[in-house]
C-alpha cells in the first residue's frame, strides 16, 4: 500500500477527529465564558492559551506535520516487517501509542533541555479547558523520535500517528477543575481528578500521572498519585507572566544562562541533559519546578 493509499484509507479517522476537534473548541469557549461569568480567573491567562494554540497550531499543521509524516515513512519503507492491519492491530496500536506518549511525557519532565519546551503546558497558574491548547511552539522538532520505535516494530506510519493522536486528542477533557473525582476510573484512565495532580506544583504531586489515556502505567513504573487535596497549579517558580513569547522561552533563558555559567563541560551538560533543577555538587541540589 502506497502512503497516500494509508492516507486515503484513514481519512475518515482523520475526519472523526477533525470533529472531535471542534466540539473541543466549542467545549473550551463554553468553559471559558462560564468561568468569565462565574469565577474570578485571570482572563489572561486563557487569552494567552488561544493566542498560544493559534501559532502551535499552524506550525504542526506545516512543518511540524511534514517533518513527522516524511520521517516515519522513510523508516517505515526501510522495515520490511509489518504488523496487518486489523480491528486488533488498532487495538494494540492505540496501546502502543499510549505508552510510548508515558515515556515521552516523562522524559520532558525529566530532563532539562525537554523540559524547557514542555514547561510551557505547565507554566499557567490557571487551570481549565483553554490548558489543553497551551503547548510549546518549538515541541513538535523533536517528539516525532519517541514514535520511531512503534514503526520500527512494525506498525504503518499513519497508523502510528492516528494512534497518538487519538491519544493526543483524549486528553482534551481532563483539563478542567469542574469535574470532581470518578472512582474507579481515576485508578485506571487519566481524568481530571488524575491530571490535576500532574498539572500541581505542590511538593508532594510533583513527578506524577504521566499518562495519556490509561494510568496504569503510572502504576506499574510507580508515578501514580491520588487527588488529596486541592493542587496549586503552575510551576513552582512562577513564570509571572502572560506573554506569549516569555511563556515560550523564559525556561529556554534560565536554561543557557545556567549553561554560560557552568565551570566546565560536564556542568554544562548536567543543565541540559540532567533533570530540572540539577546543580553541581557544589551547589545545593533542588527541584525547582513542576509536572504535567
Known sequence: MTIEQEFSAYSYT??????????????????????????????????????????????ERTVYGSILLIALVIVDALIPWKIAISWWSWGLAILAADFTYYWMHRW????????????????????????????????????????????????????????????????????????????????????????????????HYLDKNYGGILIIWDRIFGTYCAENNKPTFGITTPLESSNPLAINFRELGNAACDVKASGSFGEAMGYIFRPPGWKPRHHASTRVIATE
Not at 16 to 36: M, P, T, Y
Not at 126 to 144: K, Q, V
Open 108 to 203: 520532558e519532565h525529566e530532563v532539562r533541555i525537554l523540559w524547557c519546551f514542555h514547561s510551557v503546558h505547565h507554566s499557567s497558574p490557571e487551570y481549565n479547558l483553554s490548558t489543553s491548547l497551551r503547548l510549546a511552539w518549538l515541541e513538535g522538532t523533536f517528539e516525532w523520535i519517541f514514535l520511531v520505535p512503534m514503526v520500527l516494530i512494525g506498525f504503518g506510519a499513519m497508523q502510528t500517528i492516528v494512534g497518538l493522536l487519538i491519544v493526543v486528542s483524549y486528553q482534551t477533557w481532563i483539563h478542567t477543575e469542574r469535574v470532581g473525582t470518578l472512582g474507579v476510573l481515576d485508578r485506571i484512565f487519566n481524568t481530571p481528578s488524575v491530571h490535576r495532580v500532574h498539572h500541581a506544583s505542590d511538593a
Open 14 to 59: 482523520f475526519y472523526i477527529l477533525e470533529v472531535i476537534g471542534v466540539v473541543a473548541i466549542v467545549a473550551i469557549a463554553f468553559e471559558g465564558l462560564w468561568d468569565l461569568l462565574t469565577r474570578n480567573r485571570a482572563k489572561s491567562e486563557t487569552f494567552s492559551n488561544v493566542a498560544i494554540a493559534g501559532v502551535s497550531q499552524l506550525m
